[in-house]
């Protein structure tokens, strides 16, 4: 076992082993070079893409109403706004924290189609516009902790997600839950190119137990710091599940589809002795690649704003969700 001290920054900044080649090629080469490997014309769109000529700048979110519940106002100091929507995980629009800010402009929001579907009574298709009115928004202080061992405090805003479950009635079949991302290349370059998407198979797809999904923490996040999410951050509707790992939160849900089997999970599929379905946040469990036991506290400042801090089982919320996993070895069960 590598201590943490030990570890560099390209250690814990990585999901996958693609992403280190790919940081390695990019250090030695620099982008213009390894785009070479590319045909002419997916060179310029790449060099296009980089340069960010025609891309639309990202839409301002609009305002949202919302309560604040005072059972979900954690007293913990939040994550400032510009590092929430600017310091992101989202490999449809490329592997850098800074590049979905910088070119999720393309995704198109409106209009927008949401199905939930599957072993379910009563399926059911959202607009975009439903799910701002379907259900009461509620604002939530959330901790977010990457699997890559850095977190934030996040003011999401949303509804739980067993609101919209028990609105289509599951089924007594109904096991678990599958979410799929939007699947739109021509909006998505990481979609269209394997090289900007970091590997991954496409559309980004994850999925929880029943009994996670109608657990009253499980949120459908429609905003975040009061106003509709950015596309960055998921728009116009993504997962929140703070007692696992970020990646579980995926983003730019289409589809929701209620099943009797486990549904495939895109980081496991990658690497499936890496990143398990649970994802359950733990620091007595390491990933193969590095410490899970402390995280870094993404703070205001820049690279010497470097403040870590132990992580928690299940990210803080064990009193809340344990329970849900009486009986599972969570070593084998990661
Ligand atoms: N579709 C999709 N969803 C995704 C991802 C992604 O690459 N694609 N990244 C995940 C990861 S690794 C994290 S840590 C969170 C980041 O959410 P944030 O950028 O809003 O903080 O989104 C998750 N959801
Ligand atoms: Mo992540």
Not at 133 to 149: D, G, N, Q, S
Not at 201 to 209: A, K, T
Not at 237 to 257: E, M
Request: with cysteine; proline share 8%; hydrophobic share 40%.
């Amino acid at each position: 076992m590598k201590k943490i001290s030990r570890l560099t920054e390209a250690d814990v900044t990585a999901e996958s082993a693609f992403f280190m080649q790919r940081r390695q090629i990019l250090k030695t080469l620099g982008i213009g070079a390894a785009a070479l490997s590319l045909s002419p014309v997916a060179q310029a769109d790449l060099l296009d893409w980089f340069k960010g000529n025609d891309r639309p700048k990202a839409p301002a979110g609009q305002p949202l109403d919302f309560s604040k519940p005072a059972e979900w106002q954690a007293k913990l100091p939040l994550t400032p706004e510009d590092k929430v929507t600017g310091y992101n995980n989202f490999y449809e629009f490329g592997l850098d924290k800074a590049d979905p800010a910088a070119n999720a402009g393309t995704l198109q929001t409106t209009p927008w189609k949401l199905t939930i579907d599957g072993e379910v009574a009563k399926p059911l298709t959202l607009d975009h516009d439903d799910l701002y009115k379907l259900f009461p928004l509620e604002e939530r202080i959330y901790r977010m902790r990457c699997v890559e061992a850095w977190s934030m405090v996040v003011p999401w805003i949303g509804f739980p997600l067993a609101s919209l479950l028990k609105k289509v009635e599951p089924t007594s079949a109904a096991k678990y839950v599958a979410f799929t991302t939007l699947y739109a290349p021509e909006q998505m370059p990481g979609q269209k190119d394997r090289f900007i998407g970091g590997g991954l198979d496409y559309p980004y797809v994850e999925g929880l137990r029943i009994d996670e999904a109608m657990h009253p923490l499980t949120m459908l996040t429609v905003g975040v710091y009061g106003k509709a999410l950015p596309p960055q951050n998921g728009a116009p509707v993504r997962l929140t599940v703070p007692w696992k790992y970020g990646f579980k939160g995926i983003k730019s849900i289409v589809s929701i589809k209620l099943t009797r089997e486990r549904p495939p999970t895109t980081w496991n599929l990658s690497a499936p002795g890496e990143y398990g379905f649970y994802a359950n946040v733990n620091p007595n469990v390491d990933h193969p690649r590095w410490s899970q036991a402390t995280e870094r506290v993404i703070g205001s400042g820049g690279v010497l704003d470097v403040k870590r801090q132990p992580t928690l089982l299940f990210n803080g919320y064990a009193e809340q969700v344990a329970s849900l996993y009486k009986g599972l070895d969570l070593r084998e069960n990661f």
